[in-house]
């Protein structure tokens, strides 16, 4: 890691930060701990000798009689560079890893543990979710942990108890040291043991100093994209809708559409969208105003590329919910390189009104309200500052080269044979692709050209809206060929006029 850092700096890609390379050097240590760590080197999902003997005998197996490398949390003001370090360590690595936003796992937890609650398991849940979670990379790194939900915050202390004694390596980032987690939250006392347990099992590095550069804020400082637009500027409101319509003007194309969750299968309405550009119109009540949380904002920002949010507004006090929830929303859209367009009542750094100054409080301060107030403060610190990175030319030129095709761009890939595929996939010979067949061609697809056959129901979905153009709820070869052949507008148009022209490629 110290060594990929180095070459960056010499490349004149980054500049070299003191506190950065003091915290590269943790990650190289631990980095050396991997390589040399002779259970990281087990194939996954086997029990050790060791193990089975020690389980055997009555002994236990956990992180304490098994030597198991340290892990890292690293904290620090947004911008600061957490999650450039951890992601330099983490392309490194070649033992067994995986890394996912803390927001997503939790998630996923959740629906596991539902999962086997159904199932009506035997097994202790927990221990059963660590070895699931364990089987796709013993080394776990978590970006963003940030608890406020009070669901997270009661089985938080119990998950990472039972990952910590199955041999789990976790390195975490995040705006706040573990003391203060959680700060202010409902029954913060069932919480606060986990507290101990992170410092115990993870190493706490900070990358604070009095003279931090936020270097989010920094990347966006350059050319800037057309993609925010305030309502006191000229014409700002004329330049959003028309940068709206060129993506969702045509009533053919642009329609409501409604996805799912992965965790519930919930419904999530976009009350516009056109999915020939993956792209979707919500006004800020629509995404904020209502009780919508991180697996819908997931769901949206796994099925679209560009999200329009109409009338962001002004928040305080009075808005926490709202403001919470436009946090979590910009994480997963930047989390999944999605392109973001606002229309809002001013600047990113004076929409949330708060005194965030003073985190001590005296006894005239014990307002419950107000001491949320100021801990969302410092939360929306994070999105200010993606919100600048969001709006650089660097990010939407990243945006448009790195968001993965979805299954259903690759059918327009020249040498595929459509029509093959299609009559190998209509097992019943009756002309026509259910959405379970169509999800088998999408899977085969995939499989070919990405290497993998897991296509979410996001995408059978969205394939199945473009290629169903009668309505009649199945895809017939000419609707297919017809998809292929006619390629719809492309979501270009968007980055062309939001990029300088100096800078488009």
């Not at 750094?349 to 708060?354: G, I, Q, S, T």
């Not at 309505?471 to 507008?489: A, I, Q």
Request: aromatic share 8%; glycine share 4%.
């Amino acid at each position: 890691p110290l060594i990929a850092y180095e070459r960056l700096v010499t490349d004149g890609l980054i500049q070299r930060d003191p506190v950065q390379l003091s915290v590269m050097a943790r990650f190289e240590r631990l980095y050396d701990e991997l390589r040399f760590d002779d259970k990281a080197q087990e194939p996954k999902g086997e029990e050790s000798t060791l193990a089975s003997l020690k389980r055997f005998f009555g002994g236990t197996d956990t992180a304490d009689t098994i030597k198991v490398p340290r892990g890292l949390y690293v904290h620090g003001s947004t911008g600061s560079g957490k999650t450039f370090c951890m992601d330099l360590f983490y392309e490194q690595v070649e033992q067994s890893k995986q890394r996912i936003h803390f927001h997503e796992f939790m998630l996923s937890i959740h629906r596991r543990l539902h999962e086997l609650k159904n199932m009506n398991a035997t097994e202790n849940p927990l221990t059963a979710v660590a070895h699931q979670v364990l089987s796709q990379g013993r080394l776990l790194c978590l970006d963003e942990m940030q608890v406020t939900d009070i669901a997270d915050a009661l089985i938080i202390k119990n998950v990472f108890q039972a990952l910590f004694e199955a041999g789990c390596i976790v390195v975490a980032t995040s705006n706040r040291p573990p003391s203060e987690l959680y700060y202010n939250g409902l029954q913060r006392q069932l919480f606060e043991p986990f507290i101990p347990l992170l410092e115990k099992y993870c190493q706490v590095v900070s990358l604070e100093n009095e003279f931090m550069t936020d270097y989010r804020l920094v990347k966006g400082a350059g050319e800037t994209a057309r993609v925010y637009f305030i309502e006191s500027c000229d014409h700002a409101r004329d330049e959003f809708l028309d940068c709206k319509e060129r993506l969702l003007a045509d009533p053919e194309l642009s329609d409501r559409l409604v996805l799912r969750t992965r965790d519930s299968g919930r419904e999530v309405h976009v009350p516009r969208a056109d999915l020939a550009c993956r792209a979707g119109y919500f006004t800020f009540d629509q995404l904020c105003g209502s009780a919508l949380g991180a697996a819908d904002y997931l769901a949206i920002a796994q099925a679209l590329h560009v999200v329009f949010v109409d009338g962001v507004p002004i928040m305080d006090l009075n808005d926490l919910d709202r403001a919470r929830r436009f946090i979590t929303l910009l994480d997963a859209l930047y989390d999944n390189d999605c392109v973001v367009v606002i229309y809002a009542a001013t600047e990113p750094e004076f929409l949330f009104v708060a005194d965030k100054k003073n985190n001590t409080f005296s006894e005239k301060a014990r307002d419950d309200k107000t001491k949320k107030a100021r801990d969302e403060a410092f939360a929306f610190d994070r999105a200010v500052s993606r919100l600048a990175e969001m709006g650089s030319v660097e990010y939407l030129t990243h945006a448009r080269e790195n968001r993965p095709p979805l299954a259903i761009d690759i059918l327009k890939a020249p040498d595929l044979d459509v029509d093959q595929l299609f009559q190998s996939l209509d097992v019943d010979n009756s002309g026509n692709l259910d959405t379970d067949e169509l999800a088998a061609l999408l899977a085969d697809v995939s499989e070919l050209r990405r290497g993998h056959r897991n296509v979410p129901d996001e995408e059978v979905q969205i394939a199945m809206t473009l290629l169903d153009t009668n309505g009649d709820g199945f895809v017939d070869l000419e609707e297919l060929r017809h998809y292929v052949l006619n390629s719809p507008k492309g979501k270009d148009a968007l980055f062309r006029d939001a990029i300088p022209q100096n800078h488009d490629r």
